[in-house]
């Protein structure tokens, strides 16, 4: 799939927009990292780990410029664009370090913070000029919004085909059940009316909610159906996908309706969003809450794969050329990150990131051909879990401990919240594609666990979060920019 379709507009948009940053950063050169990820896959701890152990110089031996010596501090900066929401960094630590320590409140609207970096340069020439500045701008947005980017591509009557055709599957039976009611029940060639587009849209909401609890992703879009920002209860929300009729579609009928509909909230949400946002990232990292899919079943991960390579297609990606970087910005590096490796042995963290790169596969090559770099990880941007073991029946399994979140459910126990467990957590498969081969489910013990409750501080008396492997992602995304 290509890339979403710009306009000569857009294109004049976004290379002044890109000219302007590069006019503010002659003296300090600034980096855009963008960071998305599907629901529950980490945003918020993810950009809150990576900001509080830049500033706090967090135990990071895998962060080549801290380790070598060169790195100097951090502090944050105001952001150019005032317009836009400030990531909330300060509130969200506060989260973690209340008592008692709970998650912050996920991804809901595109928001952003600029971090400035100092350090040594490695380079020869470093010790004529000093210590060099980086400005690091990272950008927070759901990653439903990303799913709604291939419908730029597409018109009315196209995504319509689709969608019914997905929400008529038997795998889709229970959740589009209410929708496809409501639309058998409705004239779609009768005069248009607001309260025909609302009963019709909050049917479609619905379905798309119970799919994503359910582990559907490529049945999604629009994503602000789910994260509507800041246009929750806007008409640009309000259609649905609808069958194409055989006769002449008046330009009064609620065809016609929820077609211009479609077609304003590709032209007034989607377009804004590639064109001031998406389309001027040099960096992205896309977490994958891949455990979650695979304890959900096969058809959750099939779904999860189809879902990953719609959304990178739309990444203006390649290799960065520095003549045309103050006009054009490419992405050319993209991190893969699954998420929650402490949810999993340490034993099984090779095998998480082998299903990862075996649910990227078809991305990544497409990136790589476009001539941008791709890397794999699994890691855990806050450590919720310590590892042990137990005897069970004569024989030593590998543990997971920590505290379950309130609720979480496993084998007919409900925890409080409190209690803190050692679980096993089970195994993940020696070979990826056996996942995809057989459709056998995953045998996981999968909870959710709380934050730590009790965290270690530094010389400076500033708390540490642990981490697994997230020195790693720092290093790859941003160590070569201060080489």
């Not at 959740?175 to 058998?184: G, I, M, P, V």
């Amino acid at each position: 799939m290509p890339q979403p379709p710009t306009t000569i507009t857009d294109e004049l948009g976004i290379a002044l927009s890109n000219l302007a940053d590069s006019a503010t950063g002659v003296l300090t050169p600034t980096l855009r990292l963008g960071v998305t990820g599907l629901s529950r896959a980490g945003k918020t701890i993810f950009i809150t780990s990576l900001i509080h152990n830049l500033l706090t110089q967090g135990r990071l031996p895998g962060f080549s410029p801290l380790a070598e010596g060169r790195f100097i501090g951090a502090k944050l900066a105001e952001y150019p664009d005032a317009t836009i929401p400030r990531f909330a960094y300060e509130q969200h630590m506060a989260a973690l370090t209340g008592r008692p320590a709970t998650w912050p409140e996920s991804t809901r609207r595109i928001s952003q913070l600029r971090i400035v970096l100092k350090f040594q340069s490695a380079k020869w020439w470093a010790g004529f000029s000093g210590p060099a500045t980086l400005n690091l701008d990272i950008v927070d947005y759901p990653g439903e919004w990303l799913l709604d980017l291939p419908l730029l591509g597409k018109s009315f009557a196209e995504w319509s085909a689709e969608a019914l055709e997905r929400a008529r599957q038997p795998g889709h039976a229970d959740e589009a059940a209410t929708f496809l009611a409501e639309l058998d029940s409705t004239d779609v060639l009768k005069d248009a009316s607001d309260l025909s587009a609302e009963h019709l849209a909050s049917a479609f909401t619905t379905y798309l909610r119970r799919s994503r609890e359910h582990g559907a992703l490529s049945t999604l879009p629009p994503g602000r159906f789910l994260l509507p920002g800041d246009l929750e209860g806007s008409p640009a929300l309000t259609f649905a996908p609808l069958p194409r009729p055989s006769q002449p579609i008046r330009g009064n009928s609620l065809y016609a309706m929820l077609e211009n509909r479609y077609e304003a909230y590709k032209a007034q949400v989607i377009r804004p969003f590639f064109r001031d946002h998406f389309a001027r990232l040099d960096r992205q990292v896309v977490l994958v809450d891949t455990l979650r899919a695979l304890n959900t079943g096969p058809a959750a991960v099939a779904d999860l794969e189809t879902a990953l390579t719609s959304v990178l297609a739309c990444f203006r990606q390649g290799e960065a050329n520095p003549l045309l970087r103050p006009f054009s910005r490419r992405i050319d590096r993209i991190l893969f990150a699954a998420t929650k490796a402490d949810h999993v042995h340490h034993t099984s963290h090779d095998r998480l990131e082998a299903i990862l790169n075996r649910l990227v596969g078809n991305a990544s090559k497409r990136a790589r051909f476009a001539g941008a770099e791709t890397k794999s990880l699994a890691l855990a941007a806050i450590r919720a879990t310590s590892e042990g073991t137990i005897r069970e029946q004569g024989e030593t399994l590998p543990t997971l401990i920590g505290t379950p979140q309130a609720g979480e459910e496993l084998d007919g126990t409900t925890y409080d919240g409190k209690t803190e467990i050692a679980l096993f957590p089970g195994d993940l498969p020696e070979r990826p594609d056996s996942l995809f081969e057989n459709g056998q489910p995953v045998a996981l013990n999968f909870l959710r666990f709380t934050p730590p409750q009790k965290l270690e501080t530094n010389a400076d008396g500033e708390v540490v979060l642990p981490h697994i492997r997230f020195d790693r992602a720092l290093d790859y995304l941003i160590g070569d920019w201060m080489a």
